[in-house]
């Protein structure tokens, strides 16, 4: 198996931080907004002379899963019933059962390259073969033609697997799209996986279009979700899949029991947060316009740099001037620094299944815009400097 | 994958309540001791003016490693280092990885019957085979002579798997055979998945004797480990797997990374709780001898029943004089009450690989002891009722 391309640059950032170098992290998606208080004043009341803490149901607790159908699933258009939803461990669990539920060993699933690497790892688990199919950073990662899609497809393949806003990319399926997916899927009895855990994080004035609301895909789709990012509580580890057709629910069930339930306090910040005034989401996503904008401007302006502008999420894929993606993060840990300072950027080639692709790196737009600018402006330093520039 | 034995009868259990039958469950390992508050405070202490909950270290908390190791393992006389441990989801996590770490697909692991049934469905997941050495009730379930762990390795065995104190079985293994257990996996290079999830249930005067401690078994030897059972923080999620052997720790640590993180308001409650003064184990110690004690006397007292006296965990394996233990926990809750009450019991067939094993149930004995009474006469009332007598 191998170990997390985002993990693998830890030990230098590490060791950098151990000199006493501040590294400013746009390397992972783990963003800095407050979290709504009323997620952290639903575990405190339920601890409050607490007798103990029991497993819950292994598909979540049953208020848990209502309050989500109705106050959250209906109010973003999404029209389920509590038997079509279980609670998972994050959304992490909820896509590796996804990916067994629909695919087994020796079996394929198509993924939009570039792609979340922990998909990899999970068919990897799983003997499952991910087939890539290419979406290009020049076109800001449009989907290509459905015959794409074809000329990858085997009698063995099982699912089309999607992020959407996309992890790593910052892609955001439109409505056609997603029609035309669905379409494909139908025609071919394919699951349409579909991650949709950055919901929240759409930049467009189109309301966002999710793979539940294609007509006639009821029993294809299987929705992965999380409240990690909506409530900044990716600490919670609490998700879940969704899915109308019931044999897909039956096993999610199996897998469930099999882990007996999800984490219980984490569940009551989850309950806590369907209270979250939807301003909060307002306020959340013009925060991240700014940042994305400050972000995608000032790589634009490096000399050598492209980075299209992201329609959803908090990441962009840039490329770099630079012979290798993986030696300049590591260059930038091990030897730039700016006063103390440096900037930590993850790689891009392991999200392509593509090889070759070795100058484009992740960016997470996910700290506040002056640090943001800081960031950038050693990262163009670093540029500058880097002795295997292009 | 095959449904979980211990949830297959929920249905007419939820059938049963919906019709305002009390339902005494002696099914699950579900206690009802106070967990220390401690574990709760923590919580709460940490929860107050929280901005965000983000991930941590894909290990655990290090703060967490740290105090486990110092607070609780050489404690109970397991030395080892913040390098040995890891945070897992629960044992559920920790056995599922150790198991995958320890054998591939068409590889085998031994079992000693009867089992967890969870172990089944998670070889069953990753194409491994258990083979199971059996023990008998009426022995106590002594574990045999090696010669029978000889006579069904093969060159595809990994692992020996044990759970020590047993759920099901309640058998506490003695020092002797774990000594025994070591030497055969030395000798075959095999290793030992050592599930002490129960550690803190024993109920005889010797000192209980780790499978970390056995000599010259360091780079065989994986811990399983909870606080599940510990402190009644079942609902936590928190776990942990332990080795000396660094392969196994950089393995672990790949399967923790594709999951990010472990449950972050868990970990905080499982730093609290190793607060927790040591007479708290000693007063649960003396209600579980208390328990065990009523439980097991009130079931040999039932004409034809036998059950042997268990010396850890929570749990008891009963013969009963009936045709087929499944249908009679399904009578039990379809068609039998007194006084609108009945008694739900776990049927052990599944924690066999020998077929034919159709006549034991195990029994929780996790509600207090005038529960306890009531849930015995309950079902001695069900045995002499029951149509499939035998």
């Not at 900044?232 to 057709?245: D, E, Q, Y």
Request: net charge neutral; charged share 20%; aromatic share 10%.
């Amino acid at each position: 198996m191998p170990a997390s391309a985002i993990r693998k640059l830890v030990p230098f950032a590490d060791a950098a931080k151990a000199e006493g170098v501040k590294v400013y992290h746009l390397n992972v998606g783990a963003p800095d907004i407050k979290s709504p208080d009323c997620a952290f004043d639903a575990v405190v009341d339920k601890c409050k002379g607490l007798h103990h803490l029991s497993y819950t149901n292994s598909a979540g607790l049953i208020e848990l899963r209502e309050a989500m159908v109705e106050k959250y699933y209906k109010k973003v258009g999404i029209d389920i019933s509590v038997g079509d939803l279980l609670i998972d461990v994050a959304g992490s669990e909820a896509f590796a059962v996804a990916m067994q539920i629909a695919a087994g060993p020796g079996e394929e699933i198509i993924v939009i390259e570039p792609f979340y690497t922990n998909y990899q790892t999970f068919a990897f688990l799983n003997g499952i073969t991910l087939k890539a199919v290419h979406t290009d950073i020049e076109s800001g990662f449009k989907v290509p033609a459905i015959s794409e899609f074809e000329k990858i497809l085997t009698p063995r393949t099982r699912a089309i697997l999607i992020s959407n806003p996309c992890n790593p990319s910052g892609k955001l399926f439109t409505r056609s799209e997603m029609l035309e997916l669905g379409k494909f899927c139908r025609e071919h009895d394919l699951f349409l996986i579909s991650d949709e855990v950055y919901r929240e994080f759409c930049y467009t004035d189109e309301p966002y279009f999710s793979a539940m609301n294609i007509p006639g895909c009821e029993q294809n789709v299987i929705l992965v979700d999380s409240v990690s990012k909506r409530y900044n509580l990716c600490g919670a580890r609490i998700g879940c899949i969704v899915s109308r057709n019931k044999d897909v629910m039956a096993a999610a069930m199996k897998f469930a029991q099999s882990r007996l339930c999800p984490p219980v306090l984490g569940q009551w910040a989850a309950m806590g947060a369907l209270d979250t005034p939807w301003s909060y989401f307002d306020d959340v996503k013009a925060e991240y316009i700014r940042r994305r904008d400050c972000a995608v401007e000032m790589l634009n302006a490096i000399p050598g740099v492209f980075a299209p502008k992201p329609m959803g999420a908090f990441y962009t894929i840039a490329r770099l001037p630079v012979d290798n993606a993986e030696s300049f993060a590591k260059w930038m840990l091990t030897e730039f620094r700016v006063d103390h300072h440096t900037v930590m950027v993850t790689p891009a080639t392991s999200f392509y299944r593509t090889p070759g692709i070795v100058n484009q790196v992740r960016i997470a737009y996910v700290l506040e815009v002056p640090q943001l600018r800081t960031a950038m402006d050693i990262l163009a330093q670093g540029l500058a400097a880097y002795p295997g520039r292009r």
